[in-house]
């Protein structure tokens, strides 16, 4: 038998896993690194984060990433190039990480990364009829393998597709797996580059579970915030908070067709970018309004339509949790708002579950590699949407 697969198999059958999960989100703010220890799996997942840090992209990374980044027309030698070079650029990071946690990297079992998404396209962004759904990340897996000496697995987002989901929000899988109660029902809000929520009932029936995209929730604010104020975002919605609400562009804005059509849907900065904005602005004759106010306004746009599409999908939202997590948690203004349009909503901190905000995503990444290597029965039935399937693709070190 191949040693690589010998080792594979002993892994499955462990009690608990070590596993160092990899998130890079749609903000190309950095890596961040999660390291877990694992105890079953499915739904009696039991995670532990033992440690957790972001790795900050040197601007030379983000320009780099950038020049690929959710565009129809790229030189095509930048994303292979970048495909191998972030895969090692994870790599190094991970080794970094585990030098100064003294945890050595033969005690690792697994790393779960999902790669940097530079194209999400599914068939209701690109409408060939000859295409479905589509996305790509880079970061060859096997570089991290290879270079790290664990066995790794990635590109978790294709499985999905070849399933007939849009290989988005993958957020449901780990929400369901170690966030379901029986005591409440809850919504995990994540607002990253965009937003996505899961439902969880307290029935714990995976089959009423609901997942979708909302929309952006920092990709625009982030977008112009590095447009007009040469920053990365709005620290604490200063520029939100010193700006005002353009009513006719948030109008303008408001009847873009996305936020029109039912759930369960998925979408990217492919569709909600600085073009976008500008085409609203255009139509709504706002182009001259101060850069505070489109600040102002598109902090607006993400408050409203994630409690839109909260709102519309229950009718009750009284008796329901709402944990939040993501970058969205970390500004103000933008939380203040959802307060303001849900009023009967209970929003909480995803911490208080014993998983910082910053770590949710890693650690979602971790647990679906674990679920790749050990997962038995699985729980999803009758939706595209969240297709019944373990994903990933295995990488060895040699």
């Not at 890079?24 to 799996?41: F, N, Y």
């Not at 790229?74 to 003294?102: D, M, P, R, T, V």
């Not at 978790?156 to 849009?166: D, L, M, P, T, V």
Request: charged share 25%.
């Amino acid at each position: 038998m191949n040693p690589d697969v010998e080792k594979l198999y002993k892994i499955a059958q462990k009690n608990e896993r070590l596993v160092v999960g990899l998130m890079s989100g749609t903000s190309l703010d950095g890596l961040d690194v999660a390291l877990c220890k694992i105890k079953g799996s499915g739904i009696e997942t039991k995670v532990q984060v033992l440690n957790f840090e972001t790795e900050p992209y040197s601007d030379e990374t983000k320009a780099d990433i950038r020049k690929i980044f959710a565009k129809e027309n790229i030189q095509f030698q930048s994303l292979c190039l970048l495909n191998e070079w972030i895969g090692k650029l994870h790599a190094e990071i991970i080794l970094k990480f585990l030098k100064k946690w003294k945890v050595a990297n033969i005690d690792i079992d697994l790393i779960g990364s999902h790669g940097q998404t530079v194209f999400h396209s599914p068939f209701h962004l690109h409408k060939q009829q000859k295409f479905g759904n589509a996305t790509l990340q880079i970061g060859d897996g096997d570089q991290i393998a290879f270079k790290t000496k664990i066995i790794t697995v990635s590109d978790f987002r294709q499985k999905h597709i070849a399933c007939g989901g849009e290989g988005a929000p993958l957020a449901v899988y780990g929400d369901y797996f170690i966030f379901s109660s029986p005591d409440e029902d809850r919504i995990m809000l994540n607002m990253g580059g965009i937003a996505n929520f899961t439902f969880l009932p307290k029935s714990q029936n995976a089959e009423e579970i609901f997942t979708t995209d909302t929309g952006p929730a920092n990709t625009l604010i982030d977008a112009f915030v590095r447009l007009y104020f040469g920053l990365s975002y709005d620290e604490n919605g200063n520029i939100a908070k010193s700006g005002k609400v353009n009513n006719d562009l948030l109008k303008g804005l408001r009847l873009f067709p996305f936020f029109k059509s039912n759930p369960s849907k998925t979408t990217g900065p492919e569709m909600f970018n600085i073009e976008f904005v500008k085409k609203a602005m255009n139509e709504t004759k706002t182009e001259n309004i101060a850069p505070a106010d489109i600040i102002a306004t598109l902090t607006q746009l993400s408050a409203e339509t994630i409690t839109d599409c909260i709102n519309n999908a229950f009718s009750d939202l009284s008796h329901f949790k709402i944990y939040i997590s993501g970058g969205g948690v970390n500004n103000p203004v933008l939380i203040e708002q959802m307060k303001n349009l849900l009023p009967k909503a209970n929003f909480i901190k995803i911490d208080e579950l014993r998983i910082s905000s910053d770590a949710k995503e890693a650690v979602l990444f971790a647990v679906l590699a674990n679920e790749c290597v050990a997962g038995k029965k699985l729980y999803f039935q009758n939706s595209k949407s969240i297709p019944n399937v373990r994903m990933g693709k295995i990488s060895f070190p040699d």
